[in-house]
């Protein structure tokens, strides 16, 4: 049994008229009359009553005819699926990312963008440490990863990665640190006798080194009084005036109480954002790849 005998006998069954029914399926009466009585020898049951004047179902055809639809509304929905998946509009999408990267305008306007255009794809966002980013992308349990870092991390040949943008570092203090009342920006040697609060190792990956290798340039090593597992606390120890931290430029968008942002005046002080994808891509996450892609283009043409 194939769909189409299916459609056959529910385009009889709503007419109750071979002709009538043969014009509406666009075949000729002869060949629906015989596809009909092929699938009643098939199943073994008498669908309709025939007469000279009438045709009509039987109770066993009248059962059917549910059945019939309901697995014909299947397939339609399954064939519906297929297609809409193969478009990129059904799905899942799992993106990762650090803390500061829902504040770029360019990731963010094309997660809002890619929701907007493929409301029915399921995204899952997370907020997880670079290198369980590219262990979760290597494992095919991520899409998109956003990770930070000066230079090109650490891949397999599976993944790729594309540089993005380069942005400022800024070093946060409370608003009554000695120097939040400088008129000058600060520099990187201006912090040797700091205490440093900062990421843990695992979250900080490739940030952590970036920063300890712009005090060493400077002469210092940075005294790390306190680590973090996370953006929150990382400022909210600031706040209370546990130390100081360096965090990129799009962070200042916070705002929080009592802490001041100044950005380092140091042509080195910048921070790099990767976008790390696999080679071969998910239609939804071609998507949303593509939506970063012009997005930055865009940015860049400017």
């Known amino acids: 049994m194939e769909l189409r005998h299916l459609r056959y006998f529910v385009g009889v069954a709503e007419t109750l008229h071979f002709g009538r029914a043969a014009a509406r399926l666009g ?36 059962l059917f005819l549910i059945e019939a639809r309901r697995t014909l509304d299947q397939a339609d929905h399954a064939i519906d699926v297929a297609r809409r998946a193969q478009r990129g509009e059904l799905g899942e999408l799992s993106v990762g990312f650090s803390a500061s990267v829902p504040f770029n305008a360019v990731v963010a306007n094309a997660l809002s963008s890619f929701r907007e255009a493929f409301p029915a794809v399921r995204l899952n966002l997370a907020e997880m440490a670079r290198g369980e980013q590219l262990d979760r992308i290597r494992e095919e349990r991520l899409d998109v990863g956003f990770v930070r870092g000066l230079g090109e991390p650490p891949m397999a040949p599976t993944l790729v990665a594309t540089r993005l943008f380069d942005e400022p570092l800024m070093v946060a203090m409370r608003s009554d640190h000695p120097l939040a009342a400088r008129r000058r920006a600060p520099s990187i040697a201006d912090l040797r006798d700091e205490a440093f609060v900062l990421y843990g190792p695992d979250y900080g990956a490739g940030f952590n080194e970036h920063l300890e290798a712009l005090c060493a340039k400077a002469g210092f090593t940075p005294h790390v009084v306190q680590e973090a597992a996370g953006l929150t606390t990382l400022l909210g120890l600031v706040a209370v005036g546990m130390g100081i931290t360096v965090i990129t430029r799009s962070l200042a968008a916070l705002h929080p109480d009592n802490i001041m942002f100044r950005e380092l005046d140091d042509q080195q002080a910048m921070s790099s954002l990767w976008m790390i994808r696999r080679r071969e891509l998910s239609t939804a996450a071609r998507r949303f790849v593509d939506l970063v892609e012009t997005g930055h283009a865009d940015l860049k043409g400017e």
Do not use: Y
């Not at 699938?39 to 055809?61: H, K, N």
């Open 27 to 62: 075949i000729s009466q002869p060949p629906l009359s015989q596809q009909i009585r092929a699938l009643e020898d098939e199943l073994g049951v008498a669908l309709f009553e025939r007469t000279s004047r009438r045709v009509g179902l039987t109770e066993a055809g009248t």
